[in-house]
């Protein structure tokens, strides 16, 4: 449990980069809505969000992370909290995600952006465990049946800034926005509830494929 006075502290802290931290997000949603091997025909990213999390988010989030024995201080917020600012990039087809994982390496590799930690895709989907894992991502399955792939990026290796960058197909964003309305920041207690939120997933899981599938169709048609 953080006190008050210390809480004060550390969001004081965090608005002394507040302005770094907007203008990197700027930047991140910018790359991804102007990448000509993203955007331009066929359009791979479908659209992109992005947000700074709002002060009390922040202050119930660190609250949830901190404990007496890791507490959360001045001194490590921007290490223990990486998702200040948040950047979503959405797609229609799972298969798409190869061009977008593509061009956050590119970045990487030209030094633009560092990771702060290596990539993490979460899902429950047997079948999309491996295709991400071939992707070289660690492959973490969530009981709550949550699915995404996150990337936390820096400007720099030593830089307080960083952006976490969520990679998600469209029928994954619509499951995770209802799951998000019932479950957060404390799931529901409600029995049905949490069972229909599963068949949501399940539903999701296989409408995913079924995209996949009537893409791959359309694709072999089309002149090369």
């Given at each position: 449990m953080v006190d008050d006075a210390s809480m004060e502290i550390i969001i004081e802290q965090v608005q002394t980069q507040l302005h770094d931290i907007n203008l990197f997000r700027e930047y991140t949603v910018r790359f991804f809505e102007t990448h000509?091997?993203?955007?331009?025909?066929?359009?791979?990213?479908?659209?992109?969000?992005?947000?700074?999390?709002?002060?009390?988010?922040?202050?119930?989030?660190?609250?949830?992370?901190?404990?007496?024995?890791?507490?959360?201080?001045?001194?490590?917020?921007?290490?223990?909290?990486?998702?200040?600012?948040?950047?979503?990039?959405?797609?229609?087809?799972?298969?798409?995600?190869?061009?977008?994982?593509?061009?956050?390496?590119?970045?990487?590799?030209?030094?633009?952006?560092?990771?702060?930690?290596?990539?993490?895709?979460?899902?429950?989907?047997p079948e999309s465990q491996g295709f991400f894992a071939d992707h070289g991502l660690n492959v973490e399955v969530k009981e709550s049946l949550y699915t995404s792939i996150h990337y936390v990026i820096k400007p720099r290796k030593n830089s307080p800034v960083s952006c976490e960058i969520q990679v998600r197909t469209l029928f994954e964003e619509i499951w995770g926005e209802i799951d998000h309305l019932v479950n957060y920041p404390e799931p529901t207690n409600n029995v049905a509830c949490r069972e229909q939120i599963g068949v949501l997933a399940r539903l999701v899981g296989a409408g995913s494929r079924l995209a996949d599938s009537i893409y791959r169709v359309y694709s072999e048609e089309q002149p090369k």
């Open positions: 000509p091997n993203l955007t331009q025909s066929p359009q791979i990213v479908h659209s992109v969000k992005s947000r700074l999390k709002d002060l009390q988010h922040l202050r119930e989030k660190i609250q949830r992370k901190s404990s007496p024995e890791n507490p959360i201080t001045p001194e490590n917020i921007f290490d223990r909290v990486t998702d200040i600012a948040g950047v979503r990039v959405l797609h229609l087809y799972q298969t798409q995600f190869t061009q977008i994982h593509g061009a956050i390496h590119e970045k990487l590799d030209n030094q633009d952006w560092v990771l702060y930690e290596k990539p993490k895709a979460y899902t429950w989907d």
